[in-house]
């Protein structure tokens, strides 16, 4: 039998505040773009798991507050073929309990909102690729390959 072809799964959460700000996590000590601005809420979807119920679970673990799967509006999938193959869910989250925190200081350095056109220059490729949809609340798909990834990053990828 031939190798099938295997991908990870992750899913993001864009929250907005009563402003329209974005709330964005400053990657910090992943091994993985430190530094590099991210969505609030982000994380791999673990084995048996639902991607609505992972975006649960990582809203507890990473920044404190407490969402209910029928309140997620999937606005985006990507396919990303880069050095580890994914499929990346984004969600909008309007209504959630709790006040967002950094629940996991050995992994993010900050933790606020930006305005959707004072986003950080160092923005992760999620984040770009769903800038360059506009934000759309409409569901969008991306495929990301090495040769298209200057389209989204501003440079070249490097493996």
């Not at 991908?7 to 907005?16: Q, S």
């Not at 029928?70 to 969600?91: E, G």
């Not at 925190?101 to 900050?110: H, Q, V």
Request: overall charge negative; some cysteine.
């Amino acid at each position: 039998m031939a190798d099938r072809f295997t991908t990870r799964m992750a899913v993001f959460v864009i929250m907005r505040n009563s402003g329209g700000e974005i709330l964005l996590q400053q990657r910090a000590n992943t091994g993985y773009l430190d530094g590099y601005y991210d969505f609030a809420c982000s994380g791999h979807v673990d084995p048996g798991e639902s991607i609505r119920s992972t975006v649960v679970r990582e809203l507890m673990e990473e920044i404190g507050v407490q969402a209910y799967e029928d309140d997620l509006q999937l606005i985006h999938i990507n396919q990303n073929i880069l050095d580890t193959p994914y499929t990346n869910f984004t969600f909008v989250l309007e209504k959630w309990s709790g006040t967002p925190r950094i629940c996991e200081p050995e992994k993010c350095s900050d933790l606020a909102y930006f305005a959707l056109d004072a986003l950080p220059e160092k923005c992760t490729l999620n984040v770009r690729v769903n800038e360059k949809s506009g934000f759309s609340p409409d569901l969008t798909y991306s495929y990301i390959t090495p040769d298209n990834f200057k389209d989204f990053m501003g440079e070249p990828y490097q493996d």
